[in-house]
Nanobody
Framework: QVQLVESGGGLVQPGGSLRLSCAAS????????MSWYRQAPGKERELVAS????????NYADSVKGRFTISRDNAKNTVYLQMNSLKPDDTAVYYC?????????WGQGTQVTVSS
């Protein structure tokens, strides 16, 4: 079955960097676009970044443009989110998502906390 497993979260100071990974299994990874979402306490889940199946097109939320980079390695069935210049407002649980046969599948999430 479809499985997504996120990793790489943690506590980081403002201005720092983290790289999140999402390992996928149970489907042909290279055939599907992938997305990263985040959900902060008391807020709705929001789209952070997305990437097409071959990685040729990426899109970002305005709040992370120029700071975050989404990428993928189809040989490793993994999608990444490089996060630089982190701000306290980036604190959230980060999830990866795939739309498989019109149904969304989510990972369990990884916590990112930006604080001094």
């Amino acid at each position: 079955q479809v499985q997504l497993v996120e990793s790489g979260g943690g506590l980081v100071q403002p201005g720092g960097s983290l790289r999140l990974s999402c390992a996928a299994s149970g489907f042909t990874f290279s055939n599907y676009g992938m997305s990263w979402y985040r959900q902060a306490p008391g807020k709705e889940r929001e789209l952070v970044a997305s990437i097409t199946r071959a990685g040729g097109t990426t899109n970002y939320a305005d709040s992370v443009k120029g700071r975050f980079t989404i990428s993928r390695d189809n040989a490793k069935n993994t999608v990444y989110l490089q996060m630089n210049s982190l701000k306290p407002d980036d604190t959230a649980v980060y999830y990866c998502k795939v739309l498989y046969y019109s149904r969304p599948y989510w990972g369990q999430g990884t916590q990112v906390t930006v604080s001094s």
